[in-house]
């Protein structure tokens, strides 16, 4: 199984010295798929592709 993520901007709250943020940037899940071909077609007719990704669900990463 194949997951279909985007990149989402998370702002870190928490107090430093001169910079009182931290951004970053975390992975949400969008799609689930058995087959990568169908959320490769997906995430390539983004506007943004870059910001997408396609990753194994799980167990399915060790079995490949």
Do not use: F
């Amino acid at each position: 199984m194949y997951v279909l993520e985007y990149k989402q901007l998370h702002i870190v709250r928490e107090e430093q010295t001169k910079n009182r943020t931290c951004q970053s940037y975390r992975w949400k899940q969008a799609a689930i798929c058995e087959s990568r071909e169908p959320l490769e077609a997906i995430r390539s007719a983004k506007t943004r592709p870059e910001e997408w990704r396609v990753v194994p669900m799980g167990d399915s990463a060790a079995e490949n």
